[in-house]
């Protein structure tokens, strides 16, 4: 598999040459425009490197990557900026950036740069491939579910039961939702969806709705949303005894 790169550039200019000068590399490339685009498709994970501007019209670079890494993301991160200051090079550094670029620059310095920063940072051999946390929950918490209800294990599967026949048209209507680019729409149903989880104990479902939550447009969680979905709905409506 294509490592996947992250590009933050809003000059439709440079946006395109960067790009392009990649195209020689065995590597994938997502592409933002903004801030608020590099956040959420950050966020959203699975990146081998980030390649961040360092000043945009809603933000910078830097400011991103200390939010991002606070948030506990640790992607490698390389600077590219039309400053040629060494001030500007020691505050990109110091906030975290493992190389600053100075553009314009020569594609093959770039695609260098970039090729020496998946070196630096491939994973050892043998390693194992990064999961989504939400695989790794349970599909269900009986335990949970029961004490919800009082210790009422009848009451636990008659809501399972209700809740796994509506499953399929909530699962149908968040996949619509996302399609048509309604972020307000997911974030709406998946609001009345988790709250249903919650009541029958569906821990993995809910972990893959929160994460789909804080990042409506990514395509990964999307598709791990629906196979917690249809594994959940496969699982059956009755684990409680």
């Known amino acids: 598999m294509k490592p996947r790169l992250l590009l933050l550039e809003d000059e439709p200019t440079s946006r395109m040459f960067l790009t392009a ?3 020689d590399l065995p590597v994938e490339v997502d592409v933002a425009g903004t801030i608020a685009e590099g956040r959420e498709m950050a966020a959203c994970g699975g990146h081998a490197l980030w390649l961040f501007d360092a000043n945009l019209p809603d933000g910078t670079g830097r400011a991103l990557l200390g939010e991002l890494r606070a948030g506990g993301l640790t992607t490698p991160a390389i600077a590219h900026t039309a400053a040629t200051g060494e001030d500007e ?3 990109l550094l110091a ?4 190389t600053v670029l100075v553009k314009p620059l020569s594609a093959s310095a770039w695609r260098d740069a970039v090729q020496a920063a998946l ?3 491939a994973p050892a051999p043998g390693a194992p491939p ?3 946390l939400a695989a790794d929950a349970p599909l269900w918490d009986d335990e949970a579910a029961v004490a919800a209800l009082a210790g009422n294990a009848a009451n636990v599967a008659a809501l399972r039961q209700l809740f796994l026949a509506e499953l399929p048209a909530e699962r149908d209507r968040i996949l619509a939702a996302a399609h048509l680019g309604d972020e307000a729409g997911v974030r709406d149903a998946l609001h009345r969806l988790r709250a249903s989880c919650g009541f029958v104990g569906a821990v993995r479902l809910d972990a893959a709705g929160r994460a789909l939550r804080d990042a409506p ?3 990964a969680r999307l598709r791990a949303f629906v196979d917690a979905a249809n594994e959940t709905a496969a699982d059956g409506p009755l684990n409680a005894g």
Do not use: M, Q, V
Request: charged letters at 35%; aromatic letters at 6%.
């Open 130 to 132: 990064a999961r989504d």
């Open 89 to 91: 090079r020691a505050r």
């Open 217 to 219: 447009r990514c395509a």
């Open 21 to 23: 000068a990649l195209a």
């Open 95 to 98: 906030a975290g950036f493992s």
């Open 119 to 121: 070196d630096d940072h």
